[in-house]
């Protein structure tokens, strides 16, 4: 399944660096996305990204990740010929990864 079955997401920039913000549409589904959300399964997504490092952070209390792409934007707003300077569209780029569905029993019945 897609990510964006799943949760919705949000990305910005701060010089060269990419940020993405996951939320979980439904709190039981955060155990799952935290076990298949990973750095290593964010950079698999984006092979064309340059190689720096993926951060991930947990927030808990928001059902959601933020994950910052270290030199993902090349410099950034002003100093990129890239046609997304500002990183925007990582987000969706990234709710179309594929994901194992969580067991059946987990998905909200409301």
């Known amino acids: 399944m897609k ?9 910005g920039d701060k010089g060269s ?12 589904h955060y155990p799952h996305l935290r076990t298949h959300l990973t750095p290593d399964r964010i950079r698999a997504h984006f092979p064309d990204l340059p190689p720096g ?12 990740f933020k994950f910052v792409l270290h030199g993902a934007l090349d410099g950034g707003v002003t100093r990129s010929l890239r046609l997304d300077a500002h990183g925007k569209s990582l987000a969706a780029c ?17």
């Open 94 to 110: 990234l709710l179309e990864m594929d994901v194992p569905a969580p067991f059946p029993a987990s998905f909200p019945k409301d």
């Open 17 to 28: 660096t990419a940020d993405i913000s996951v939320i979980a549409y439904h709190p039981a």
């Open 3 to 11: 990510l964006h079955e799943l949760a919705h997401a949000r990305s």
């Open 53 to 64: 490092p993926i951060d991930r952070y947990e927030i808990p209390s928001l059902h959601a």
